[in-house]
């Protein structure tokens, strides 16, 4: 992967399994039982990315870029 890919992270404690990401963005984001958690941590830049952070119900989903900023959620 590139240095400019983007590091998708969902957190755990936070996730409360709605599904929205995974119905939202299947290739990105799958339910893993009590959590969802996404495909692969290092993607490239793919805005449904920051669209399923901004959906998910808990922000339990943190999209950063490749200089390690916080990108999702939006405000």
Do not use: Q, Y
């Not at 957190?11 to 995974?22: M, N, V």
């Not at 830049?45 to 870029?65: G, H, K, M, Y």
Request: hydrophobic share 45%.
């Amino acid at each position: 992967m590139s240095a400019v890919a983007w590091k998708v992270e969902i957190d755990p404690r936070l996730c409360i399994a709605s599904g929205a990401c995974a119905g939202f963005a299947p290739e990105l984001f799958v339910l893993n039982g009590a959590h969802s958690r996404p495909v692969r941590t290092d993607i490239a830049p793919d805005e449904r990315a920051l669209d399923a952070a901004d959906v998910c119900p808990a922000l339990a989903i943190t999209v950063r870029d490749g200089e390690g900023r916080v990108i999702g959620p939006r405000p």
